[in-house]
């Protein structure tokens, strides 16, 4: 068996984090777990569309609901038989085969109702009422399985600033799981860059690399060859990312929308959301381990009122443009109608692109999809013409990495209020993830202090989707 004192800085980070570990005959688990279970997903693309999307008007429809409580919005047809969602969806409609449509998610645990904590929920996999603060699912991944791409972080949000991305967690866990969030008012403004994984100006050309080498020279002096050596540890490890992150090509290469041609950028459609979803795409292509798409349309000259286009419909939800009309509650402030372009257009055009151009380059086949919200939308119309918040009964949609497409998984009733078969919950959803990505759920995590944690537990994978 190697000695940690034979092995120098280079040699240790070299060998990885988790090979290094099993190279020095440490069980893997000692280092965070390998996948003892058979992996389906090597990586995981979420599109959390924030705010609450109407399951009604798009996943779930419900021609037989009451008239004047109905979505205007027509079944249509896909490319399954059988299989409908409505005309919002009608791009999302050819791919059809390849999604697994759950309709019986829902969950009646106070205290998760609102964006903040129903986020928290959709990020966690884990109820924010528990007695510990549990870490987003994408933090314990990257805890469990790091990355095979060094020169990126392992959990990413593109672009991380809509009004709930502070609802972002790794608790107990070390900061190097944490999400990193691109920003980006616009990610289709050529201009945009990530600042964060570029050097700064002053420090380019050679001073990067002086630098880089003086660290190297007192790292030496400070290891020594003698009884108080220590091995590299956390901070070094920190040091030869963010080195590899400010000089690495393929970094600037995986947000450099410029690179891709000009037929890919207007499948995906045009505008902030399209631009998202492609840059998930390229992050996964990158080999980054999960990815989350948070995606919402910025205020723009076309959107004028529009200074909060997310999800949350509470105020005529039907509305042409703004729902700010004569007789609005002042809840939906800053939306547009749910059929307007910036909304679910630009969703159904660049999700089906999304899936249609992973599959095309091969990577649907590793990459588990899940589209996700934190909750649905009442059934009944408020009296301003708006849905409400509603944890009864909602749906995600998934694909990819092994999940059997051109299927619905569960029910809701004639007006989509409750769940009649089937049902699941955030808890499962997150335990799906885990079982796709061969993380064993039976080994817990541990705090800065030694205590066992254990995730994934409050759940079963959903196993329609296996």
């Not at 969806?89 to 645990?109: E, F, I, N, P, Y």
């Not at 257009?345 to 590793?366: K, T």
Request: net charge neutral; with cysteine.
């Amino acid at each position: 068996m190697l000695s940690l004192h034979h092995l120098n800085r280079r040699r240790f980070l070299g060998l990885g984090v988790l090979g290094g570990l099993s190279a020095l005959g440490l069980p893997r688990s000692a280092a965070g777990g390998e996948a003892t279970r058979r992996a389906q997903a090597k990586n995981v693309l979420v599109i959390y569309e924030q705010g609450g999307l109407s399951h009604l008007d798009t996943w779930d429809p419900k021609p037989d609901a009451l008239a004047e409580h109905r979505s205007p919005f027509r079944p249509v047809a896909t490319r399954v038989p059988g299989m409908q969602f409505t005309e919002l969806l009608k791009h999302t409609g050819r791919v059809a085969d390849k999604l697994a449509v759950v309709r019986s998610m829902h969950h009646s645990q106070s205290g998760a109702d609102a964006h903040p904590n129903g986020t928290q929920y959709a990020l966690s996999g884990s109820h924010p009422g528990g007695p510990t603060e549990m870490p987003d699912i994408g933090s314990i991944v990257a805890q469990r399985l790091g990355t095979a791409c060094r020169c990126l972080p392992p959990y990413v949000m593109v672009p991380g600033n809509h009004e709930q991305a502070a609802q972002t967690r790794n608790a107990f866990l070390p900061a190097s799981t944490r999400v990193f969030k691109t920003g980006g008012r616009d990610v289709s403004d050529p201009q945009w860059k990530i600042n964060d994984l570029r050097p700064r100006a002053e420090n380019t050309d050679r001073r990067l690399t002086d630098r880089r080498q003086l660290l190297d020279v007192v790292d030496a002096a400070y290891l020594g060859t003698g009884t108080g050596q220590r091995p590299a540890g956390g901070m070094e490890r920190f040091y030869d990312q963010a080195f590899d992150m400010l000089t690495n090509s393929k970094v600037a290469a995986a947000f450099d929308l410029g690179t891709e041609p000009q037929a890919v950028r207007d499948k995906y459609g045009p505008g902030h959301r399209g631009a998202c979803y492609l840059v998930g795409r390229k992050l996964i292509e990158a080999g980054v381990r999960f990815v989350t798409v948070d995606a919402r349309w910025p205020l723009t000259p076309e959107t004028p009122r529009g200074g909060n286009l997310n999800w949350d419909h509470h105020d005529f939800i039907y509305a042409q443009k703004t729902c700010e009309l004569p007789g609005a509650s002042g809840a939906g402030a800053g939306r547009y109608g749910i059929g307007h372009w910036c909304m679910m257009g630009s969703l159904d055009q660049a999700f089906a692109a999304l899936v249609e151009d992973l599959d095309q380059r091969g990577l649907l086949a590793e990459t588990l999809v899940c589209f996700v919200s934190e909750f649905g939308r009442t059934p009944k119309l408020n009296k301003f013409q708006g849905r409400d918040h509603w944890t009864h009964a909602y749906a995600l949609a998934f694909a990819g990495a092994g999940v059997p497409g051109g299927q619905v998984i569960g029910r809701s009733d004639k007006s989509g209020g409750y769940v009649t078969d089937d049902p699941h919950t955030p808890e499962d959803y997150a335990a799906t993830i885990y079982e796709k990505l061969g993380i064993d759920r039976t080994q817990p995590l541990y705090t800065a202090s030694h205590r066992p944690v254990y995730f994934g537990h409050g759940g079963e994978p959903i196993a329609n989707l296996f």
